[in-house]
């Protein structure tokens, strides 16, 4: 157990040393090196993202939008945290930006559920028709919440960052992020429970 949790900090320190050194040579002039980064994180990107928006047909723009301001950013990263973290972070303000102008024509057309993991409810129109209509019921909850709060649910229960990750991509304490955690818990069970909502497939179709 605790050589498998080594090999596992160790292969993270691994692939952030390799991060840095992507950007140091990109600081150093080498534009291919912003393609790698690309190339290593554009998923997590749309993970992160998808998760604070909701699926939306314009995921790829938002994507996009993320390493343009990556880009920008770059020549200030001083590797004091982790590039995950830094980026994490310039995902989450594109991403509250994206929520703050209204962005959302493609906020409920819904992605293909090709990709989702097999489960039984999902094999028939009226089990998809459900699932969808689920998830646009969650992200309409989610909808309601503060924008603090919203970050911190979505980080934690869909992304599955630790409350540290949280508090480092925020920036505050990790008091305060299981503060928020805990009070968006509340507002979203509370409305989760009232509504009968969440089948047991529906998180599946929203990751």
Same mark, same amino acid.
């Not at 409920?108 to 646009?136: F, I, K, M, Q």
């Given at each position: 157990?605790? &050589?498998?949790?080594?090999?596992? =900090?160790?292969?993270?320190?691994?692939?952030?040393?390799?991060?840095?050194?992507?950007?140091?040579? !990109?600081?150093?002039?080498?534009?291919?090196?912003?393609?790698?980064?690309?190339?290593?994180?554009?998923?997590? %990107?749309? *993970?992160?993202?998808?998760?604070? +928006?909701?699926?939306? *047909?314009?995921?790829?723009?938002? @994507?996009?939008? +993320?390493?343009?301001?990556?880009?920008?950013?770059?020549?200030?990263?001083?590797?004091?945290?982790?590039?995950?973290?830094?980026?994490?972070?310039?995902? %989450?303000? =594109?991403?509250?930006?994206?929520?703050?102008?209204?962005?959302?024509?493609?906020?409920?057309?819904?992605?293909?559920?090709?990709? =989702?993991?097999?489960?039984?409810?999902?094999?028939?129109?009226?089990?998809?028709?459900?699932?969808?209509?689920?998830?646009?019921?969650? !992200?309409? @909850?989610?909808?309601?919440?503060?924008?603090?709060?919203?970050?911190?649910?979505?980080?934690?229960?869909?992304?599955?960052?630790? &409350?540290?990750?949280?508090?480092?991509? %925020?920036?505050?304490?990790?008091?305060?992020?299981?503060?928020?955690?805990?009070?968006?818990?509340?507002? %979203?069970?509370?409305?989760?429970?009232?509504?009968?909502?969440?089948? *047991?497939?529906?998180?599946? =179709?929203?990751?």
């Amino acid at each position: 157990m605790g &050589l498998a949790l080594n090999d596992s =900090v160790d292969q993270r320190v691994q692939e952030d040393n390799r991060d840095k050194i992507l950007v140091a040579s !990109y600081q150093r002039g080498n534009s291919n090196a912003l393609g790698e980064l690309y190339r290593r994180h554009s998923g997590r %990107v749309e *993970s992160v993202a998808r998760s604070v +928006v909701g699926p939306s *047909s314009e995921l790829e723009d938002l @994507v996009q939008d +993320v390493f343009i301001e990556l880009q920008r950013s770059l020549f200030g990263f001083r590797g004091d945290a982790r590039f995950t973290t830094w980026l994490h972070r310039i995902t %989450v303000n =594109v991403a509250l930006q994206y929520l703050r102008r209204g962005k959302r024509k493609g906020f409920l057309r819904w992605l293909s559920l090709d990709a =989702v993991r097999p489960a039984r409810a999902l094999h028939n129109p009226e089990g998809r028709a459900e699932a969808r209509e689920t998830v646009a019921a969650l !992200y309409e @909850v989610l909808g309601k919440l503060s924008d603090k709060k919203r970050i911190v649910f979505t980080l934690f229960e869909l992304e599955g960052l630790s &409350l540290e990750e949280i508090a480092a991509t %925020v920036g505050t304490s990790t008091n305060t992020v299981k503060s928020r955690l805990h009070h968006a818990r509340l507002e %979203v069970f509370e409305e989760v429970r009232s509504r009968g909502l969440l089948p *047991s497939y529906a998180l599946q =179709v929203i990751k």
